[in-house]
């Protein structure tokens, strides 16, 4: 649409996950070097988290891009199932068809794999994509086959990459085992203003293009962004069609205040302020009453996003909540 207007070979700003463009910031950089870990060391099990848009897919693909063939890897992106279809999906990875299997014959079917697999000198990786979604009976199965090991070295190397949400989940009271295996845990930031200019300008170079296609706009970008690289895309490539609609040369001021515009986009520091205004107005009482559901209550709190921002803040209502009635009872006793 508008790549011989602005002399471009490829479009900068897809939002699909394409590795071609992927702008490594320093927090992007310790992700990926987490990751590589999970594969290479012996202990390899990495729970690496960031907000929606932050990049996290594309890290993915960069590191199965440079695999070798001595690795067999699995990778699950579809994440709302059961324990039983998530060993089937898992064993549909390493080429088999366990559909007629029972559950016991699909964790000796997978046992015996990793077990060939060690012998035959190749390392097992087991990738997942939006772990957030994980039931707690998921998480304790992979629980149960990141024990699989040697005297010396693990046999199947886990890396679980999920929204801020899995924290939650791996906190709770009965996850302390799986916990315990976890080698690093990383949260990726947002990019900082200066790496939203980098990002922005890494990208266009990528794409083909030798000229400052976006004039001095970043600051506004930063604002209605957040520094989240999915939405930088979004309001960048609109951007870039609002100037060859008006057959303009370069992103100006007025350019990009006509694609947010358009967009209909908040500040994103405003509306962030919002989300915590809101969960400010709700007692830790009634974050203990929603989140009282069990497996459920995750469902629950997709249902109404805006009440809180991440379920790990209903684990600090429910620890702060014990700590209160705890030094309740201990100055009763005094």
């Given at each position: 649409?508008y790549l011989?207007h602005f002399?471009?070979k490829?479009f900068?700003?897809?939002?699909t ?5 992927l702008y490594?910031?320093?927090?992007h950089?310790?992700?990926?070097s ?9 202990e ?8 929606i848009?932050?990049g996290?897919?594309?890290?993915i693909?960069?590191l ?8 067999n890897?699995?990778k699950i992106f ?13 064993l549909?990875?390493?080429?088999m ?34 772990a957030?979604n ?11 086959l990141?024990g ?19 924290n939650?989940a ?16 990383y ?7 200066e790496?939203?200019?980098k990002?922005v300008?890494h990208r ?10 976006f004039?001095d ?7 209605y ?28 001021q007025?350019?990009?205040?006509t694609a ?12 962030s302020?919002k ?7 709700i007692?830790v ?6 989140s009282?559901?069990g ?21 600090i ?9 705890v030094?309740?009872?201990k100055?009763?006793?005094?």
């Open positions: 649409m011989d002399n471009l490829d900068p700003f897809r939002l996950p394409d590795t071609d463009f490594m910031s320093p927090a950089s310790r992700a990926i987490y990751m590589e870990y999970a594969v290479f060391n012996q390899g099990f990495v729970v690496i988290t960031g907000e848009g932050s996290k897919t594309t890290l693909q960069k199965l891009s440079e695999m070798d063939v001595n690795i890897v699995a579809q994440t709302q199932l059961d324990d039983v279809e998530f060993l089937q999906s898992v549909v990875e390493f080429g068809n366990p559909f007629s299997a029972k559950k016991v014959e699909l964790l000796n079917m997978l046992n015996q794999y990793l077990v060939d697999s060690y012998m035959n000198n190749k390392r097992v990786v087991l990738i997942v994509d939006d957030q994980l039931s707690k009976k998921v998480l304790e199965e992979i629980c149960m990141s699989v090991e040697t005297q010396k070295e693990k046999i199947l190397h886990v890396i679980l990459v999920g929204q801020p949400e899995l939650a791996l906190e709770g009271a009965d996850m302390e085992q799986l916990l315990q295996r976890i080698s690093l845990r949260h990726m930031r947002t990019l900082t203003k790496e939203t200019r990002y300008e266009v170079n990528i794409a083909g293009s030798d000229k400052d296609l004039e706009v970043f600051d506004t970008i930063y604002k962004t957040g520094g989240t690289p999915r939405l930088i895309n979004t309001l960048c490539d609109t951007a870039l069609t609002c100037s060859y609609a008006d057959n303009v040369n370069v992103v100006s007025e350019v990009i205040d947010v515009e358009e967009l209909q986009w908040p500040e994103f520091a405003s509306k302020r989300d915590r205004s809101e969960f400010r107005n007692s009482d009634e974050l203990m009453d929603e009282s559901g497996d459920d209550y995750s469902t629950e709190y997709d249902k109404d996003s805006s009440k809180i921002s991440s379920l790990a803040l209903v684990e209502a429910r620890q702060l909540k014990r700590i209160a009635n030094l309740e009872e100055g009763k006793s005094e």
